[in-house]
């Protein structure tokens, strides 16, 4: 069997780039093409240990090494924790990769019969670096980031009403500039679901979404917790007529309780 070196250095070269360039992108590292660059030529070379009379775990060994030797070129020490990080996010990406290519493997170089998958004589290697790779390098990358804006947008938050605890996920919408016309206290929407008492003297705010005003039943809370920011005096809860459409979210939060 012939072995093009150049060509299987080239593709570990490609795979080694195109992942620590996602690591420098999502953790924004901020370093140089060159930088990335150089960590993958090192990367690239672990390909020459496979002419070595080695046993697998050796080899395990000296491939978690040259992956050290990547990120310590590439981001160079800063502290451990910077480190580790690096390293996580390097071996998570390339799981996400090497995934996402054995699965276009399986559905184009492989023919199923029955459970039975065999070769079909396509090779999709080459191809598969050269056009499915950035490509599931990019949308791992879009997802990502979307992920991590919208948690970033999530609190955990408490407050005890009529003698009752609540604890219950809220989601930060800028949008929400709702507040007491009077007294200027910033109000919070919560699922209808959540609050089965009914409110005694409730207050009402007039509120002015897209094509509806109305008015807002509200009840008064002495404090509010938000995990990460603190405790809030004075807040108004208003009950939604119905649920919040998103996924595990409770309550929504304004930018005016965030500000105290």
């Not at 050290?68 to 580790?84: A, C, D, E, P, W």
């Not at 399986?106 to 598969?128: C, D, P, R, T, Y």
């Not at 807002?216 to 404090?223: E, I, Q, Y």
């Amino acid at each position: 069997m012939k072995v093009y070196l150049d060509l299987v250095f080239f593709i570990n070269f490609g795979f080694d780039f195109l992942l620590l360039l996602s690591v420098s992108y999502l953790l924004k590292r901020g370093v140089s093409i060159f930088s990335c660059i150089k960590g993958a030529f090192v990367g690239a070379l672990s390909i020459f240990f496979l002419f070595l009379p080695l046993n697998s775990f050796t080899l395990f060994l000296l491939k978690v090494m040259i992956s050290i030797f990547m990120v310590l070129i590439t981001f160079r020490f800063q502290n451990k924790r910077y480190f580790v990080k690096n390293m996580i996010y390097l071996y998570l990406n390339s799981i996400v990769l090497g995934g996402g290519l054995y699965v276009l493997n399986v559905q184009f170089a492989m023919e199923q019969k029955g459970l039975i998958f065999f070769h079909s004589g396509i090779s999709m290697n080459v191809w598969l670096l050269l056009f499915a790779s950035p490509v599931i390098i990019y949308f791992y990358l879009k997802q990502m980031k979307q992920l991590k804006t919208n948690y970033a947008s999530y609190y955990q938050v408490s407050f005890t009403w009529k003698k009752k605890k609540y604890h219950m996920t809220a989601f930060l919408d800028t949008g929400n500039q709702i507040q007491d016309p009077y007294f200027k206290r910033p109000v919070l929407l919560i699922n209808p679901s959540i609050i089965k008492n009914k409110i005694q003297s409730p207050i009402y705010i007039p509120y002015h979404a897209v094509g509806k005003d109305g008015l807002l039943s509200c009840f008064l809370l002495d404090c509010i917790h938000i995990e990460g920011i603190g405790d809030r005096k004075k807040v108004l809860v208003g009950i939604l007529e119905d649920d919040i459409r998103m996924d595990g979210v409770e309550m929504i939060l304004g930018t005016k309780v965030l500000e105290g």
